[in-house]
């Protein structure tokens, strides 16, 4: 599979989670052809939330007019817009409308393949959970607590979407890894990624993401991909990812309000 199909894929997948939070969360949504617009209203939100993604190149520039209105009118001062490598006309727009290039976050995807369930140190348990607490829990430690705050009706069960699941690896009870997959089209999208402190450099993570594949591939899934923070790239490429370049986050800032530094789980 190629690196543009790939993108596709995780394009494709974003935009139906993101779908899937506008109906099960405060997540509010703005729709036009070709981009979607989301936001969390209110000047103290998560800067991380407050994204733009379009489905194809050539698809951003008429709309970043009504996508600016559209965050002013809800007390949104600072938002960002992922472009995927090699974007010139999304590039250009964008500087023309006083948007400015900043960080990014590395996308890789691989294909998924059979694969028998990992093997498990002694004590260590997988569990595939009927609701989202300790996941969240666990991501909330390892990342800025107040990024999911808006997802809190996804810790109760039942999951909010029977495509989703869930791997979390415990220890004498205590939840110590964890990652959810959210299955689209053949096509898992891995998120919500996280180690504890306290467990890290033991393949806590390696063997969630191992169970995850696996899990996944058993649905009929045959690709997966993700969006992957600094500090998780090697990880992900010891478990068969190829690195697909850097989508760049472009950002538009309000003359005279500052956004807070992004902080994403990954």
Avoid at 42 to 53: I, K, M, N, T, Y
Avoid at 155 to 163: E, K, M, Y
Wanted: proline residues 7%; hydrophobic residues 45%; aromatic residues 8%.
């Amino acid at each position: 599979m190629t690196d543009a199909e790939l993108h596709a894929l995780l394009r494709t997948n974003l935009l139906a989670f993101k779908a899937l939070q506008m109906r099960t969360s405060a997540l509010q949504g703005l729709d036009v052809p070709g981009v979607r617009a989301l936001c969390l209203a209110g000047g103290a939100q998560p800067f991380f939330q407050q994204q733009v993604l379009y489905a194809w190149p050539g698809a951003l520039g008429p709309q970043l007019d009504a996508v600016e209105a559209w965050y002013l009118a809800r007390q949104v001062h600072a938002w960002r817009v992922g472009v995927t490598p090699g974007d010139t006309d999304a590039e250009t727009a964008l500087t023309r409308t006083g948007y400015q290039r900043e960080d990014g976050m590395p996308a890789m995807g691989r294909t998924l393949e059979y694969h028998p369930p990992p093997s498990l140190p002694l004590g260590l348990t997988l569990e595939r959970p009927d609701d989202l607490d300790a996941v969240m829990a666990l991501n909330g430690q390892c990342y800025e607590p107040s990024s999911m705050d808006f997802l809190d009706a996804w810790r109760r069960a039942p999951l909010p979407d029977a495509r989703i699941h869930a791997v979390l690896a415990r220890e004498g009870g205590r939840a110590l890894a964890c990652s959810l997959s959210f299955e689209h089209e053949g096509c898992a999208g891995i998120y919500m990624v996280a180690t504890h402190p306290d467990a890290r450099r033991r393949g806590l993570g390696a063997l969630v993401m191992e169970a995850l594949h696996a899990d996944a591939f058993a649905r009929g899934c045959t690709t997966a991909v993700l969006q992957a923070s600094a500090h998780g790239v090697s990880l992900y490429q010891r478990l068969g990812y190829r690195s697909l370049g850097t989508w760049v986050n472009w950002v538009r800032r309000v003359p005279g309000i500052r956004a807070p530094p992004m902080a994403a789980p990954g």
